[in-house]
T-cell receptor
Framework: GAVVSQHPSRVICKSGTSVKIECRSL??????MFWYRQFPKQSLMLMAT?????????EQGVEKDKFLINHASLTLSTLTVTSAHPEDSSFYICSAGSGTGVSSNQPQHFGDGTRLSIL | KQEVTQIPAALSVPEGENLVLNCSFT??????LQWFRQDPGKGLTSLLLIQSSQREQTSGRLNASLDKSSGRSTLYIAASQPGDSATYLCAVTGGSYIPTFGRGTSLIVHP
């Protein structure tokens, strides 16, 4: 079945470091991918919609200069947390739907997530 | 704006019980509803996807129903096992094509 690979699974780094997270669709092309953030015991909050070949669409309250998204190919989207601070520590998850764009009959497939810890 | 609520927030049951997890949503104009499982510190695993035109889906011991008009879905787990312990999330996709998640039901099945 369709698989989404997310890397790295865990990052621990110092405050001020920039961290890049990759999300790959392994056996399908995804023109749209979603990036979510999850706080402990909370639901997934959508951060942005990553669109292949164009700018990402950010949700209200998400700083686009802080969370840089690049979707340069149909199988790869990256999220870069720039100059990370302790309050950016969280669980970040990407998702993608197989087929072209987001179709009503296609399920969303999720990566395994990235646990980001900023010291 | 779509809002998704899951009840109960937490559930602890002995092994072997049949369970019902509830998910409700405020905007019935949806394309599909998806149930996921999340283990601690892990990503999401898709369990069942129900299209808006469908009433239910089954996979093994899992059965998910959808009543779009009332904005409700249930996930039925038959003969629960300790390995079923996890957080169960439902997500609704509507006109924006973006899944909206509930906060999940944390399930513990003890031997």
């Amino acid at each position: 079945g369709a698989v989404v690979s997310q890397h790295p699974s865990r990052v621990i780094c110092k405050s001020g470091t920039s961290v890049k997270i990759e999300c790959r669709s392994l056996d399908f092309q995804a023109t749209t991918m979603f990036w979510y953030r999850q706080f402990p015991k909370q639901s997934l909050m959508l951060m942005a919609t990553s669109n292949e070949g164009s700018k990402a669409t950010y949700e209200q309250g998400v700083e686009k200069d802080k969370f840089l998204i690049n979707h340069a190919s149909l199988t790869l989207s990256t999220l870069t947390v720039t100059s990370a601070h302790p309050e950016d520590s969280s669980f970040y998850i990407c998702s993608a739907g197989s087929g072209t764009g987001v179709s009503s009959n296609q399920p969303q497939h999720f990566g395994d997530g990235t646990r980001l810890s900023i010291l | 704006k779509q809002e998704v609520t899951q009840i109960p927030a937490a559930l602890s049951v002995p092994e072997g019980e049949n369970l019902v997890l509830n998910c409700s949503f405020t905007d019935s104009a949806i394309y599909n509803l998806q149930w996921f499982r999340q283990d601690p510190g892990k990503g999401l695993t898709s369990l069942l996807l129900i299209q808006s035109s469908q009433r239910e889906q089954t996979s093994g011991r899992l059965n998910a129903s959808l009543d779009k008009s009332s904005g409700r879905s249930t996930l039925y787990i038959a003969a629960s096992q300790p390995g079923d312990s996890a957080t169960y999330l439902c997500a609704v996709t509507g006109g924006s094509y973006i899944p909206t998640f509930g906060r999940g039901t944390s399930l513990i099945v003890h031997p």
